[in-house]
Nanobody, 115 residues
Framework: QVQLVESGGGLVQPGGSLRLSCAAS????????MGWFRQAPGKQRDLVAQ???????NYASSVKGRFTISRDNAKNTVYLQMNSLKPEDTAVYLC?????????WGQGTQVTVSS
């Protein structure tokens, strides 16, 4: 089993910044990819950003240039630095970790961008 612990969500004004963290623990032999998804009320869950074990990244077009994903392999932790936040970024952000061929999800952390 793999456990994921997310932190860093909250309320921020438009234009502000937040940093999300997701630490993985448990039966981790080989993490293939770590990433963040988000889901707003009534909407589907969408990929925000992902980083592979080799360091390759990909981003949703709506966050390119504003969000940065990174990972600390020694700590099995993935980060999402979110800058220039907009009200439309408001959602529950969920961490996903792919270990070999299995995907594990965190419980989600709320990000609210509002004045």
């Amino acid at each position: 089993q793999v456990q994921l612990v997310e932190s860093g969500g909250g309320l921020v004004q438009p234009g502000g910044s937040l940093r999300l963290s997701c630490a993985a623990s448990g039966s981790i032999r080989s993490i293939a990819a770590m990433g963040w998804f988000r889901q707003a009320p009534g909407k589907q869950r969408d990929l925000v950003a992902q980083i592979t074990s080799g360091g390759q990244t990909n981003y949703a077009s709506s966050v390119k240039g504003r969000f940065t994903i990174s990972r600390d392999n020694a700590k099995n932790t993935v980060y999402l630095q979110m800058n220039s936040l907009k009200p439309e970024d408001t959602a529950v952000y969920l961490c996903r970790v792919v270990v070999t061929i299995n995907a594990y999800w965190g419980q989600g952390t709320q990000v609210t961008v509002s004045s």
